[in-house]
């Protein structure tokens, strides 16, 4: 089936606009999605488990009759694993080594050093006691979802990971569970929403509070995320997926139109959208999107992300290319060009740069090793993928030696005064030698 994306050019005198305009979603959170999440956080506050049942009932279609039926003991999530066929517990395990390797390189040690008067200053750095994982459930199930956010938890040193996954049904994903133990979670609840994300934030009677929550959830996940924010830490309010491919027109157009479909099945607000030079080759993408999109069984979601939030834009050169690219700073961008390295240093802002045509991004979102958890709707411009220094904290460290009391209190002195602020002058002055 024919799908019509928008066509866009660089030289028209409206083309910033445009893409701006391309790029413009709805707020993420209306008045009446805000109002019920704040309704479902304050019942999980006042009420704790059984409101969490109610809800569960409610939201997911299933009755439990206590709180121990929405936990999943470890065995079963052990069973699960060992009952996968081999195929897929081989992909796993390699998928989780690689995350865990990598995971390894980023990990932030203490340091210190003494200056000549015996002052030491340095930082040390600890991990997260206990961190939240929502995975998400019902349509799909990622169980690359859980690798990515606990494996690096469990690098860093968090002492416990609490997950949780709704079960929409009471049907529950043995991969999900396989991927749980591979991590080592501790705690798995089959409870999902706004109402999942309170319950970590604030506790209950069964569920114990934690210091931050992470992993992506639908619209009232990321409000609830929103809205605790502060009493826990976050990783981010994650946006629908998206994926900026910059070609030089020499790839298998095949494979270009394959990398879009791969973020636009995600959802029907996906943003998928190819850079090139070649208007030739813009042209051979779009005949491939419209022969191979009725072989997609999500075609369907396929075809409105890309007809709603999908471009083909001719740029005029490369060098334009990354100036576009630059701007958008999309979470996944693809450099599907001869010399793909060179242009690497040029990119300031994306999430994540998969170089050459060979890497597709689809690998990133598997089993490259890279975290996949990645900034959403331009916010590459200043924050980061989810990483191990997610689960670190940094607590500096300043220890005075008597000489340095003195030279630093003389300091401090001045400028506490030059801001009124005398018990500090005259704390630091006791010290001056």
């Known amino acids: 089936m024919p799908i019509e994306i928008k066509r866009l050019n660089s030289q028209s005198a409206d083309f910033w606009q445009a893409l701006k305009e ?6 993420e959170s209306d008045e009446a999605v805000l109002q019920s999440v704040n309704q479902i956080i304050k019942a999980v506050r006042t009420r704790g488990d059984a409101a969490l049942i ?3 009932a409610r939201f997911d279609g299933w009755q ?3 709180m121990s039926q929405l936990e999943i003991p470890l065995d079963r999530l052990e069973r699960a ?3 996968m066929p081999e195929p897929e517990r081989t ?6 080594e690689r995350i865990r390797s990598y995971a390894q390189h980023q990990k932030l040690d203490s340091w210190e050093y003494t200056e000549a008067d015996g002052t030491l200053l340095g930082q040390q750095i600890t991990a997260l006691d206990r961190v939240g994982i929502y995975v ?8 690359s979802s859980v690798l990515m956010n606990a494996i690096p938890a469990r690098v860093a040193g968090v002492g416990e990971l609490i997950m949780v996954v709704p079960t929409p049904g009471g049907v529950v994903n043995d991969l999900v569970l396989a991927a749980a133990h591979i991590a080592a979670v501790d ?7 706004a109402q999942a994300v309170a319950a970590l934030a604030y506790g209950t009677e069964t569920i114990p509070s934690v210091d931050k929550i992470v992993g992506p959830g639908n619209l009232y996940v990321a409000t609830a995320k929103r809205l605790v924010f502060g009493t826990v830490g976050i990783d981010m309010i994650a946006g629908p997926s998206e994926i900026l491919v910059i070609c030089d027109g020499k790839t298998n157009p095949d494979w270009i139109a394959m990398d879009l479909f791969s973020q636009a099945e995600h959802d029907e607000d996906a943003q998928a959208i190819l850079l090139s030079p070649d208007v030739e080759f813009l042209e051979q993408v779009q005949a491939s999107i419209d022969r191979l999109i009725d072989d997609m069984p999500r075609k369907d979601i396929i075809g409105t992300s890309l007809s709603a939030r999908g471009a083909l834009i001719q740029v005029a050169d490369l060098d334009e290319a990354v100036e576009v690219a630059n701007r958008i700073a999309p979470e996944h961008l693809e450099l599907s060009l001869e010399d793909a390295s060179a242009v690497v240093p040029r990119i300031r802002h994306a999430g994540a740069i998969f170089i050459g045509r060979y890497t597709a991004e689809a690998l990133g979102d598997y089993c490259a090793g890279p975290n996949h958890v990645l900034p959403t709707s331009r916010t590459a411009r200043f924050s980061s993928p989810l990483g191990v220094y997610d689960f670190q904290k940094r607590t500096s ?4 030696s008597a000489q340095g009391a003195s030279d630093l209190g003389k300091l401090a002195s001045v400028l506490a005064r030059g801001e009124g602020l005398i018990a500090h002058a005259r704390s630091a002055e006791y010290r001056i030698k």
Request: net charge neutral; aromatic share 8%.
């Open 81 to 83: 694993y060992q009952g």
């Open 64 to 66: 439990a009759g206590s």
């Open 54 to 56: 109610e809800l569960t």
């Open 136 to 143: 998400p459930g019902g349509k799909a199930a990622y169980p």
């Open 22 to 27: 391309l790029q413009t979603r709805e707020s």
């Open 187 to 193: 705690r798995v609840f089959t409870i999902g929403g």
């Open 91 to 96: 992909a796993l395990d390699q998928a989780a």
């Open 397 to 400: 460290l300043i220890g005075c």
